[in-house]
C-alpha cells in the first residue's frame, strides 16, 4: 500500500534553516509528480513546492520563493524540502503528497501524516 | 494568488444533500476543468474526494460528486452520514505562474 512518511520538523529560531524527508513506499516512486503542502494551526492548507518525476521541473508559492528547495532522490524514494530563512508564517504541519497527474495540475491522492514545524524565539 | 472563496460552514441532516461552492476567476476555476476536492477530519491528513472536476478516485463512496459552473465549483453529498462531518477544501490549477491555489475550507456540520 502506498505510505508517505515525513520527518525532520520541529523548533527552529527566525531565521533559521530545517530540512524536511517524506519516505515513499508502496509504489514506483520515479514515476509521480511529489508535492509539500502546509497547513498553519487552525487555518487552511497552502501548497508550497511540487517537483517533477525526474527533478526536471519545481514551482514554489510565493510566500517560499527563494527560500525553500524541494528536491528528490529516485533511488532513495525520498523527497526532500530544504528551508531557510524561516519566519514565524512559516508555522505549520507539513504535509508531502502524490501528485495523481504527471503534470502540475493539482490532485493530491496520498498524503503523509504531516510533520509539525514551529518557528519561534 | 488570491485563495478560492468557499463558504466558512455548512450543515445538513443525516440523509440529506449539502452542496459547496468554490468561487475563484477566470485565472482558476473557470479557466480549467481541474479542480479537485478534499476532506480532512480533525487531526488527520487530507483525503482526495474529487478530481479534475468530477472524478471520483476508487474507493469513494459515490454519495459525493463534483460540477462546476462557470468560475464557481460544487461538491455536493447526497445521504449525509455522521462521518462526513469534517473540512472541506477545494483546490484548483491556476496558470503555470503558481499552479496550486486552495480554497479557504467549509465545516460541515450533520446535524
Known amino acids: 500500500q502506498v505510505q508517505l512518511v515525513e520527518s525532520g520538523g520541529g523548533l527552529v529560531k527566525p531565521g533559521g534553516s530545517l530540512r524536511l524527508s517524506c519516505a515513499a513506499s508502496?509504489?514506483?516512486?520515479?514515476?509521480?509528480?511529489m508535492s509539500w503542502i502546509r497547513q498553519a494551526p487552525g487555518k487552511g492548507l497552502e501548497w508550497v513546492s511540487y517537483?517533477?518525476?525526474?527533478?526536471?521541473?519545481?514551482n514554489y508559492a510565493d510566500s517560499v520563493k527563494g527560500r525553500f528547495t524541494i528536491s528528490r532522490d529516485n533511488a532513495k524514494n525520498s523527497l526532500y524540502l530544504q528551508m531557510n530563512s524561516l519566519r514565524a508564517e512559516d508555522t505549520a504541519v507539513y504535509y508531502c503528497?502524490?501528485?495523481?497527474?504527471?503534470?502540475?495540475?493539482?490532485?493530491?491522492?496520498?498524503w503523509g501524516q504531516g510533520t509539525l514545524v514551529t518557528v519561534s524565539s | 494568488q488570491s485563495a478560492l472563496t468557499q463558504p466558512r460552514s455548512v450543515s445538513g441532516s443525516p440523509g440529506q444533500s449539502v452542496t459547496i461552492s468554490c468561487t475563484g476567476t477566470?485565472?482558476?476555476?473557470?479557466?480549467?476543468?481541474?479542480v479537485s476536492w478534499y476532506q480532512q477530519h480533525p487531526g488527520k491528513a487530507p483525503k482526495l474526494m474529487i478530481y479534475?472536476?468530477?472524478k471520483r478516485p476508487s474507493g469513494v463512496p459515490d454519495r459525493f460528486s463534483g460540477s462546476k459552473s462557470g468560475n464557481t465549483a460544487s461538491l455536493t453529498i447526497s445521504g449525509l452520514q455522521a462521518e462526513d462531518e469534517a473540512d472541506y477544501y477545494c483546490?484548483?490549477?491556476?496558470?503555470?505562474?503558481?499552479?496550486?491555489?486552495f480554497g479557504g475550507g467549509t465545516k460541515l456540520t450533520v446535524l
Open positions: 503528497a502524490r501528485d495523481v497527474h504527471s503534470s502540475p495540475i493539482p490532485g493530491f491522492d496520498y
Open positions: 508502496g509504489f514506483t516512486f520515479s514515476d509521480y509528480y
Open positions: 517537483i517533477s518525476s525526474s527533478s526536471s521541473y519545481t
Open positions: 477566470s485565472s482558476d476555476v473557470g479557466g480549467y476543468n481541474y
Open positions: 479534475d472536476v468530477s
Open positions: 483546490c484548483s490549477y491556476a496558470g503555470s505562474y503558481n499552479p496550486r491555489v
